[in-house]
């Protein structure tokens, strides 16, 4: 069954229990019982999750764990919380926070996520408190026993205004105010039969006089309201601002409950006092018993938010994200933590974890925590349907922080995804410069030079945040270039001065040296650059250190050595975890710079037999040189 398509039937009696009622195939289902003594006496169903929240005679409230996207033909899966005291209106805040009055005259505020399951206490009147309603803009709409109306901010639980209303029927647990977005009031019913109309903005009061006598039932239908009088029994529609009925109808006596659907045709479903609940479509005006139901017991009825309702909720929960967005924009670094986590418990749980996560990257990209904004991207990434060309901005961010600490396949990934879903996107960063250099780091012959503010740990735990091995070789320092003017310094001319030098019996323990033709990988250039190494698997054994120069002739028959102290890191361990190697990879780099006398030393040492190798071949190239 369709979960959209369905309206939902609390019963009571000898076995009280949740009905679903298909309003497509008109068939009724029973989905959960209740222990004898707990009629269903409140519904609400969550509007932008689909969850279901079920207020019972006997003061339980039951969580039923659905979304939109979800059948009703499984079994239901539950939570259930104790308030005490027979509960006569529950009301959805936001995604996890739920109001509950009770006969006690309580208005208690669930946090449904919490294991902890005790409630905050909003107020505790002498009276009822009948029905409660969220509005759109977040704050909770009580209505008591006495007619009087009130709206607070449940966040901190200011009481922000008061209305008083006609008193309303004797039975408060049948007792229900509506929103009716076309005319942009709340409707409440009267025991004389009168109706208060009350604009929840601007506190406006209008009166109607639908019914001779005491009416419960109210529901909007296709921008109208209908109601139905208990004693009169007449069902009349109103048009947004008229003050006289649009359609007039005699039917049956001792209605309480009320819901149309949007089906083509509408169907109505009543609820009588005696606990029947009959289905009828209503077309054209005309109001036509289709079936009743199978239990005799019914209380209570709710369905899904209309199109039109969700619509509104959606405009008046776009203005409140606004709101927050703005309010965390311009308290960051003026207010505590605390206060800015509260927040962004508000979007999350307006069903926009996306913009929060959105924002907390934003942020932990300005304070330099480029580690902690991958973290944040990659969830908000995750989080958005992966084909939307509104998800192509966030994609872009997310592949340029990737590219700003060296992962770039994985940019390039992203940059490619891009491509998919919108070839025509107007890219801010350059993706043919990132593919370039992706197809360079496909071999094992590059060096990566970070940038000063890139440090190699945050490229290590960025690996780890996307779950990927760190790999490669990386610059840690570049000592002060030696120069030779007027000279030309072969590089294998230097390794075999070098090779010589070392095999004396003062140097022996000093690492072989070879040549290598490196990509040395820079922000904004990548430059092919003849290259020795100096291995030192065989010397102290100091894993991951390694000492180069970059040799660079001119044309000018010049001569610069530019020594390098490397990162090497790519001996990686194929069975280990993504997670181990990394976390090997961060303490053996700590280490090093921890260790530094002994990484000074044996580098200090190799770094004076390279100049007095460069020294030597620079005099035995003087005399055979013609200075003009």
Not at 311 to 319: E, G
């Amino acid at each position: 069954m369709n979960w959209q398509s369905a309206i939902l039937l609390g019963t009571g009696g000898n076995h009280p229990c949740l009905e679903v009622f298909n309003t497509v195939s008109n068939e009724t289902i029973k989905y959960l019982d209740f222990p004898q003594g707990h009629s269903a006496y409140s519904i609400d169903i969550q509007p932008e999750q689909g969850t279901i929240g079920i207020g019972t005679k006997g003061g339980l409230i039951y969580i039923i764990d659905k979304n939109w996207e979800d059948t009703l033909d499984e079994p239901a899966s539950y939570k259930r919380l104790v308030q005490g005291a027979s509960i006569l209106s529950i009301c959805w805040l936001e995604k996890f926070f739920l109001a509950a009055s009770d006969i006690a005259g309580r208005i208690l505020l669930w946090h449904t996520d919490q294991k902890s399951n005790a409630p905050e206490i909003l107020q505790t009147l002498e009276e009822n408190i009948c029905s409660l309603k969220c509005s759109a803009d977040g704050r909770l709409i009580s209505l008591s026993s006495k007619g009087v109306l009130q709206f607070w901010n449940p966040q901190n639980h200011e009481l922000t205004h008061t209305v008083y209303t006609s008193t309303p029927p004797a039975i408060s647990a049948l007792v229900q105010i509506v929103f009716w977005p076309d005319n942009r009031t709340i409707a409440c019913p009267g025991a004389e039969g009168e109706l208060t109309l009350v604009n929840p903005d601007t506190g406006d009061i209008r009166m109607l006089y639908p019914h001779d006598g005491t009416f419960y039932a109210l529901s909007t239908y296709n921008g109208n309201l209908l109601t139905v009088g208990i004693n009169d029994g007449r069902l009349k529609i109103w048009r947004p601002d008229s003050e006289k009925p649009d359609l007039d109808l005699r039917i049956q006596k001792n209605v309480v409950g009320a819901r149309v659907t949007e089906n083509s045709p509408a169907k109505l479903i009543l609820i009588e006092s005696n606990g029947k609940a009959g289905i009828y479509s209503l077309v054209d005006g005309n109001v036509r018993l289709i079936k009743y139901c199978k239990n005799q017991d019914y209380r209570m009825i709710s369905q899904p938010l209309s199109g039109k309702m969700q619509n509104f909720y959606a405009l008046q929960s776009s203005k409140e994200v606004k709101m927050i967005i703005s309010e965390i924009k311009s308290k960051i670094g003026r207010v505590t933590n605390d206060v800015i986590d509260e927040l962004h418990r508000r979007l999350i749980n307006l069903g926009y974890e996306h913009v929060s996560l959105a924002l907390r990257a934003d942020e932990a990209e300005k304070k330099g925590n480029t580690a902690g904004a991958i973290r944040l991207c990659r969830e908000f990434i995750n989080l958005l349907p992966n084909n939307d060309p509104k998800i192509c901005p966030s994609m872009e961010k997310y592949a340029r922080l990737l590219e700003r600490v060296w992962h770039i396949s994985e940019a390039d990934h992203f940059c490619k995804q891009i491509y998919q879903i919108d070839f025509n996107y107007p890219f801010t960063i350059q993706p043919e410069n990132i593919s370039k250099t992706a197809d360079i780091l496909k071999n094992e012959h590059w060096i990566i030079e970070p940038e000063f503010d890139v440090s190699i740990d945050i490229i290590i735990d960025s690996a780890t945040i996307i779950g990927k091995k760190f790999f490669g070789r990386y610059v840690l320092s570049k000592l002060k270039p030696i120069h030779f003017n007027r000279v030309r310094i072969d590089l294998i001319e230097i390794l075999e001065k070098y090779e010589r030098i070392r095999k004396t019996s003062i140097n022996r323990d000093l690492p072989a040296a070879s040549q290598e033709t490196i990509q040395w990988v820079a922000r904004g250039r990548t430059e092919q650059i003849k290259t020795i190494i100096f291995d030192n698997d065989v010397t102290i054994g100091v894993k991951g250190l390694q000492f180069a120069a970059q040799v660079l002739n001119g044309d000018l028959n010049t001569t610069v050595i530019i020594p390098v102290v490397l990162f090497d890191w790519r001996n990686i361990n194929p069975d280990t975890s993504f997670e181990d190697e990394n976390n090997n990879a961060i303490n053996t780099l700590n280490n090093l710079l921890n260790q530094k006398n002994l990484s000074n030393s044996y580098l200090a040492t190799i770094h004076n037999v390279l100049t007095k190798t460069l020294q030597r071949l620079f005099t035995e190239k003087i005399p055979r040189e013609e200075y003009p």
